[in-house]
Structures are given as C-alpha cells and as structure tokens.
C-alpha cells in the first residue's frame, strides 16, 4: 500500500521558521508532480507550491519570496522550507502526489495521494 507521512508541523512565533516533510512508501516506480496544500479553520483548501518531476516550480502568491518547495527523487520525498511566518499562515498543511504504483486491478497506473495532515500555527 502506496501512502505519504507527514512531519515537522508545530507552534512558531511569528517571523519565525519550519520546515515540513513528506515521504511517499510503498511500491513506487515514479512520481511525478507533488505539492504542498493548506486549509484554514473556516476556509477551503489552497495550493501552497508544487514541484515538477524536473523540478520546475509553483507558488501562491501569499507565500512567494518566504517557502520554498523542494524534493529527493531517491528519497521519495518532498519538503517545504517555510521562512518569515505570518498568522495568516497557520493552517493545516497537506502533501499530495501523483505516484505511479502497481494497483490489483489496472496494474501499473498513476494515483493522486495526500497526506494525513500536519498543523501550522504561527502566534503573533
């Protein structure tokens, strides 16, 4: 069974800093496009940043400048450096992946896979 973990949320000050990881396991033959989504109390989920197999980027614009997204292909993981934290930035924090794994049915076949979660929250 193909599934991505999550670590490194927690309790910042603002202006402070985190870091965020998340491992895919599991029978992986590739993964393709992975990215960091987040959900405010009260609002829908966003997209934070994503990242390309070939490793070109994407970011909202609220996190320009301050997050960086990055991965390890041989690791099978992604991370999400968040600098200069702001309270707007306290969320829960979601990975999601398109994994290419062996399923019983369809055989080889990609599967868009998220996290369980992690909390950020930024006190002013």
């Known amino acids: 069974q193909v599934q991505l973990v999550e670590s490194g949320g927690g309790l910042v000050q603002a202006g402070g800093s985190l870091r965020l990881s998340c491992a895919a396991s599991?029978?992986?033959?590739?993964?393709?496009?992975m990215g960091w989504y987040r959900q405010a109390p009260g609002k829908q989920r966003e997209l934070v940043a994503t990242?390309?197999?070939?490793?070109?980027?994407r970011y909202a614009d609220s996190v320009k400048g301050r997050f960086t997204i990055s991965r390890d292909g041989a690791n099978n993981s992604v991370y999400l450096q968040m600098n200069s934290l702001k309270p707007e930035d306290t969320a829960v924090y979601s990975c999601n992946a398109n994994v290419l794994t062996r399923t019983q049915s369809s055989g080889l076949r990609y599967l868009e896979l998220w996290g369980q979660g992690t909390l950020v929250t930024v006190s002013s």
């Open positions: 990242i390309a197999r070939g490793g070109s980027t």
């Open positions: 599991g029978s992986i033959f590739g993964i393709n496009l």
